[in-house]
């Protein structure tokens, strides 16, 4: 039987990661500090630990595994992420447990290993027009991330690089862009827009208004979780050895955003547009190289996947 790591299984995308993984008949061990927070994981064996310790990180990975899925993070939406409070917590956490798992899978000897990178490592500058933000993956360098958790990134891309350069690692690197979907976090301050939108619509009555930070121009893709787990599988059993990107090419502003969770719901919502952390102007998944490479790019329009969130988010709120 294959076998299979997953470190940060108890998060939104490694919880769906780990499912993917059950349904081929693989034997998963799943590592995090907490269990996912919506539904049991349907690893094999869940180990409860802090890969930011490197003892730790060595004993979850004690044997030989196929696959290595490297997504554990210290990470959260606009409001965490780019307030500037939390850039030090950020980048020493997941430097930290990227360098102790990536040790550790140089000394047991696994077979590959796949690391979830960020959008967030592309420049700023070529992100300030709305319309036409500039995310090809040769475009990273000259590198001007927008946060230090894009820069952190930036530096684990050629960290895993460097190991499979010198030591031999088989490493896949993916720059994910705005996952979302059923069982993420949406609500608390570290949920992302379209949970952040849904969970705002889902508790406004028709006819009621909600906060969007900023003008609400800013533009944005977001992938469906579940498109984002067949390209994680697809690039960690690929040839490719460069930084690739999933996610979607279907740019959508934060306002449209906004009146299509509305129609969803059924709902006529206004929105108040307050000061807040934003990000960058625009950003778009570039999705030529991966169709290239793997022969697959994600196609799914957002409204299906929001639609499916929609529904999830509010009977969430409902339990509340």
């Known amino acids: 039987m294959r076998t299979a790591l997953v470190c940060g299984a108890g998060g939104f995308i ?13 034997w998963v061990r799943g590592v995090d500090l907490k269990r996912p927070d919506f539904s049991p994981s349907p690893a094999d064996d869940f180990v409860l630990a802090d890969l930011r310790n490197a003892a730790s990180a060595q004993a979850c990975v004690d044997r030989h595994f196929d696959e290595v899925y490297q997504l554990a993070a210290d990470m959260g939406g606009a409001g965490y992420l780019f307030s500037g409070d939390n850039d030090a917590v950020v980048m020493r ?7 102790n798992v990536l040790e550790a899978c140089r000394v047991t000897g696994v077979g590959r290993v796949f690391f979830s990178s960020s959008a967030c490592v592309y420049p700023m500058c070529n992100q300030q027009d709305p319309d036409n933000p500039t995310c090809a993956e040769a475009t990273a360098y000259p590198a001007e991330p ?26 896949r690197i993916a720059r994910y862009h705005n996952i979302f979907g059923p069982e993420g976090t949406w609500q ?4 992302k827009a ?19 930070w900023g003008d609400g121009l800013q533009t944005r893709s977001f992938l469906y979780v579940d498109e984002c787990v067949v390209g994680t599988l697809r690039l960690m059993r690929s040839d490719c050895q460069t930084p690739l990107n999933i996610g979607s090419e279907e740019l959508i502003s934060i306002n449209d955003l906004v009146a299509l ?22 950003r778009t998944s570039d999705n030529r190289l991966i169709s290239e490479m793997l022969g697959w790019a994600p196609s799914a329009p ?19």
């Open 14 to 26: 490694g919880h769906h990661l780990v499912r993917a993984l059950k349904r081929e008949g693989m």
């Open 261 to 282: 969770v509305a129609r969803i719901a059924g709902k006529q919502i206004s929105i108040r547009h307050i000061s807040g952390p934003i990000g960058v102007r625009g």
């Open 188 to 191: 608390g301050g570290r949920e």
């Open 93 to 99: 956490n997941s430097a930290l447990v990227n360098l």
């Open 146 to 171: 927008d946060s230090e958790y894009g820069w952190e990134k930036l530096f684990a891309e050629r960290l895993y690089l460097t190991y499979a350069r010198n030591h031999g690692l088989v490493c």
């Open 302 to 320: 957002l409204h299906n996947g929001l639609a499916v969130t929609y529904r999830w988010i509010e009977g969430q709120v409902g339990l509340f």
């Open 194 to 212: 379209p949970a952040a939108i849904c969970r705002k619509v889902s508790m406004v009555t028709d006819g009621g208004d909600i906060e969007v």
